[in-house]
Nanobody, 122 residues
Framework: VQLQASGGGLVPGGGSLRLSCAAS????????LGWFRQTPGKDRYFVAA???????VYADSVMGRFTISRDNAKNTVYLQMNGLKPEDTAVYYC?????????????????WGQGTQVTVSS
């Protein structure tokens, strides 16, 4: 499975962005899909995940502001980010795991995209 993330950019505080992650090489309709983010010098942190039955889980820091969704026909997962804050600035990575379970740990994911930069100005 190859993952290609896109949709990052520069946005003012309070603004919105929608990240996309397109998969190729295999249908991912049964995969758990997740988003993580990383700032320079820090570890990669969990943001959100969605499984095959569209159950979701979010980090507390983004609950109520971010929404993860998937379109299996397009083999794509999305992250809608509203109410962005400067502390949301990071490189965002999408990931896929061939499992029915919701995953929030980096080591549980088998496939990773290349990352897309999100910068929120204050």
């Amino acid at each position: 499975v190859q993952l290609q993330a896109s949709g990052g950019g520069l946005v003012p505080g309070g603004g919105s962005l929608r990240l996309s992650c397109a998969a190729s090489g295999r249908a991912i309709s049964t995969y758990t899909l997740g988003w993580f983010r990383q700032t320079p010098g820090k570890d990669r942190y969990f943001v959100a995940a969605i499984n095959w039955s569209r159950n979701t889980v979010y980090a507390d820091s983004v609950m109520g502001r971010f929404t993860i969704s998937r379109d299996n026909a397009k083999n794509t997962v999305y992250l809608q980010m509203n109410g962005l804050k400067p502390e949301d600035t990071a490189v965002y990575y999408c990931a896929a795991d061939n499992s029915v379970y919701l995953r929030s740990e980096e080591h549980e994911y088998d496939y990773w995209g290349q990352g897309t930069q999100v910068t929120v100005s204050s």
